[in-house]
């Protein structure tokens, strides 16, 4: 796979993920950096989306229910490049219904090279980070180049 370097504008895309156990662990976590937040554009998943909106007044896009395909909204959101963080906090002595949905959404953040948060520590380590409010380079996939490659292979 070929790699390209992009800009991360100061502004960013940061995508709010919880789950059932961690709801309130996100919500606490969105109050104590309201002001950070407002800053950036934010999406979240169905009820995480709703509870953090209307507890914190923060405007979310809101996507649907992870466990009815919302993760995988998140993904698409990752792979288009509309996404540029993930703060994730899921809960580890949970089984979810949902799984291989949650472990493909991490999968795909690891592959565009996103930051991911996934509990209330490295979500404070991101948030103090002097790249969270402002411009940053990274390296992630060159979908073009991949493409261009495949088509001279399969001629």
Known sequence: MEYKEISLPAAKSIALVAHDNRKK???????????????????ATGT???LIEKETALPINKLISGPLGGDQQVGALITEGRVDMLIFFWDPFEPMPHDPDVKA???????W???IACNQSSADFMVSSPLFNGESQHWVPDYAAYMASRAQTSV
Do not use: E, M
């Open 105 to 111: 959404l991490l999968r795909i953040a690891a592959v």
């Open 48 to 50: 995480t989306g709703t």
């Open 113 to 115: 090279n996103i930051p």
């Open 25 to 43: 662990d996100l919500l606490a976590w969105c109050k104590k950096h309201r002001a950070d937040l407002s800053r950036h554009t934010l999406f």
